[in-house]
DNA sequence: TGTGCCATGTTGGCTATACAACTTCCGTCA
DNA sequence: TGACGGAAGTTGTATAGCCAACATGGCACA
């Protein structure tokens, strides 16, 4: 037990602890709907502070594994969810969780000035140029996704070396030392447009299910503004949230 | 400062101190970008231990607030955020936090057998009954939003006695000791019915935002079972997540 | 000038303790 | 039988302290 196998600040003990913790409860250990042990009693287990097993167990709470209130033990929500960071920032991290078979190609890659969005959204001074990337994404061969991101010039000629063909954008980066810690996303819908149509093999007008995402890195610095379009059917987004940590919100668009 | 203002655990220090750190930082006292004081200068200027600021702290931090890195001070990452979880479950709460005014028409209140989705979701017994309620919700008189709710019958049945324009739902219930802890949310897309385009006034076919949502009460327990239609163009839904907190997750659907 | 090292400031991680608030359950008493 | 009350168990909140890991800037040295 205690395996280790995280990578980000690696060795820290609530994490092995949680780590540990989310296999026990994937494995049923504790049933769906049953209740965990005492603080106290997995301090006791583990050999670590209440504390530490506290920190533990805010992780599992933020992924909605499982309840926490004052005066009852905590009971077990969902026996499995949550995909690490990696996973949802990278296509290809996230295919292969699934199984499938991830692909891509380079439909464009440019420099360019920065439209004004663009500059608002990467803190960019008016007039910077900015390195675009198209790419239509495949799963096992079936395309599904069309992505157009844009990156400060800092970022994206870190990418012009990459062959067209490589599957991972963001595997290449972080071994530079590019580190993605926050993403902001908004979903919505959106029809298809005559380049959409081509690259997906779909018609135009068709409807999409939209991603815009932030990603930043751990100073701030915004480091991608992106726009994925999926073909309906293909994926689905989950948010968990829960009384006191709502990281999702709803917003209005009266300007359609 | 440190005005109150919380009524779910209220009276919580940390909670005081994240409230009065959000309102300087969305009054822009730090600048956006801008460095935050050092946990032990927050320490002392609000007269409380570190730990204390940190609780604070970590709070904002998984409202992507700020950032945090060890090594240097936190830096502001955006400005304003954040729902309360209360604006999410409630659509009443969330269009009148838009200055709209909510309204909508139960189009129909039954209890019936579940079947097998509504008793895996609301993880009920074959054969046990449920409530359903199919709702219309418009925003300032403009139908936004058709939802399908289902309720366990001992829910359901405290829905029963409320007038059919009641505007909001989950207030009644609140205060009948009813308490929505934790949601979890699935976005994709879907195409309007017949049912949909009758009560929407829009063409069957046209695509539609879907969320579905389980909501469950402190204990893990249950409470309600939704999927809800938006027509495009009237909400988006923004998540934010980060490297170590992600409620985020990209499901695949491999059937349509 | 430029490079490398070190002191300092800052956050991350862990422990220990104490009390408050709340839930559950059991036993007592009417 | 039923209601009330209290004891025990459990999580929430707060404090204090210690060290490690990391970032930054300045200083010394080549």
Redesign the interface.
């Known amino acids: 037990m205690l395996d280790d196998g995280a990578q ?2 690696g060795g820290a003990l609530y994490r092995k602890v949680a780590a540990d913790l989310r296999e026990s409860i994937a494995a049923g250990e504790y049933g769906s ?1 049953g209740k965990l042990p005492a603080e106290s009693a997995l301090a006791e287990r583990y050999g670590v502070s209440r504390g530490t097993i506290r920190q533990a167990l805010s ?1 599992l709470r ?3 594994l499982v ?1 926490s ?1 004052r005066g ?1 033990r905590r ?4 026996t499995t ?5 990696a ?2 920032v990278s296509f290809t991290n ?1 295919a292969r969780s ?1 199984g ?1 078979e991830p692909g891509g190609r380079v439909e464009l890659l440019e420099r360019r000035p920065a439209d004004a969005e663009e500059c608002e959204q990467l ?1 960019l001074d008016d007039g910077a140029d900015v390195v675009l990337v198209l790419r239509v994404r495949t ?1 096992t061969g079936r395309p599904v996704m069309v992505e157009r991101s844009v990156y400060p010039v800092w970022v994206g000629e870190l990418l012009t070396g990459i062959p067209a063909d490589a599957v991972s954008h963001t595997e290449p980066l972080q071994e530079q030392g590019v ?11 959106v ?1 298809a447009d005559e380049e959409d149509a081509r690259l997906l093999g779909c018609r135009a007008g068709e ?3 939209r991603e815009r995402r932030r990603s ?1 890195d ?3 610095a915004p480091l991608e503004w992106s726009e994925d379009r999926y073909l ?22 009266s300007a ?1």
């Open positions: 980000p600040p709907g992780a933020a992924d909605g309840t209130r009852t009971v077990v929500l969902g969810r949550v995909q690490s960071f996973e949802l996230w699934l499938e803190r799963l580190v993605f810690a926050d993403a902001d996303h908004t979903i919505d819908l029809l409807p999409l299910l930043t751990p100073v701030g309906p059917g293909t994926v689905a987004f989950t948010v968990h949230n829960s009384i006191g940590r709502s990281a999702l919100s709803r917003r209005h668009r359609p």
